[in-house]
């Protein structure tokens, strides 16, 4: 696919995975390191400018992907909207739309979801589009907050949750395309979060909206589909990938 890349986030520490000289990324999941299934995904979709996003125990990254992508280093943790920030210094001019990937879930999506949430965004004309999926526990993950009449409000990280809206099953799993434009225009004006300090890229979605700008929702209901942050969860995963196969 031409003038579209994708960045995979890859940088985090995992400390629940108890990991502490490998990033969670390279755990294996099926017999193939996570991040490994997300690049042969890619591959499939044929995309083939592939930004990943490194920085806690960055060289078993690395060591895993050789010169299959390229690498952006995130030496601060400061959130995905900054690791972003740092992809976007490894663009190429002529790319208008990114997919925007997170290393350690990925691998449980299945080529058509990808392709419809790409499809949607490029048909509309959206400056933003993203993945809503439906979990029986969505403890840990930002919610899709709706009006009545089922229109997207925002997105609210759990952290900052209220005790009604961490009821909302619908969740975002943080897989998104976004223009390029877009991205230059609001990255800069997202605030630091006031319980994490850390920035968000789901602000933009508050901020597009705010904006007028064209946001697009992929509701892809309920899939095979696992966040992984224990060895517990990488086991519900591994569960999920072969079941789903």
């Known amino acids: 696919m031409k003038k579209i890349a994708a960045i995979i986030l890859a940088a985090g520490k995992g400390k629940r995975m108890k990991a502490l000289k490998r990033n969670k990324v390279v755990f294996k999941l099926a017999n193939k390191h996570m991040i490994v299934h997300t690049v042969d995904l890619l591959?499939?979709?044929?995309?083939?400018?592939?930004?990943?996003?490194?920085g806690f125990a960055k060289k078993s990254v690395m060591d895993v992907l050789k010169d299959r992508v390229v690498y952006a280093i995130q030496k601060k943790r400061l959130g995905t909207a900054h690791a972003v920030m740092r992809a976007l210094e490894k663009l190429p001019k002529n790319?208008?739309?990114?997919?925007?990937?997170?290393?350690?879930?990925?691998?449980?999506?299945k080529e058509?979801?990808?392709?419809?949430?790409i499809d949607l965004h490029l048909l509309?004309?959206?400056?933003?589009t993203f993945l809503t999926i439906e979990v029986g526990n969505p403890a840990g993950l930002g919610r899709i907050l709706r009006d009545?009449?089922?229109?997207?409000?925002?997105?609210?990280?759990?952290?900052?949750a209220t005790e009604e809206e961490k009821k909302i099953k619908e969740i975002n799993p943080a897989c998104y395309m976004i223009s390029v434009g877009f991205l230059n225009k609001y990255l800069k004006k997202i605030k630091k979060s006031k319980v994490t300090s850390e920035y968000y890229l789901t602000n933009?979605?508050?901020?597009?909206?705010?904006?007028?700008?064209?946001?697009?929702?992929v509701k892809a209901g309920k899939i095979?589909?696992?966040?992984?942050n224990t060895p517990e969860e990488l086991k519900e995963a591994e569960r999920l990938f072969l079941q789903a196969k």
């Open 224 to 228: 095979s589909w696992r966040g992984i």
């Open 112 to 117: 058509e979801t990808i392709v419809k949430l």
């Open 204 to 217: 933009l979605i508050d901020i597009a909206i705010k904006n007028n700008e064209k946001i697009e929702a």
């Open 43 to 54: 591959d499939k979709l044929k995309i083939e400018i592939k930004i990943v996003v490194v």
């Open 95 to 109: 790319v208008n739309n990114v997919l925007v990937l997170q290393g350690d879930d990925s691998a449980l999506y």
């Open 124 to 128: 509309s004309k959206a400056a933003f």
């Open 148 to 160: 009545k009449s089922d229109k997207l409000m925002s997105v609210i990280e759990e952290k900052d």
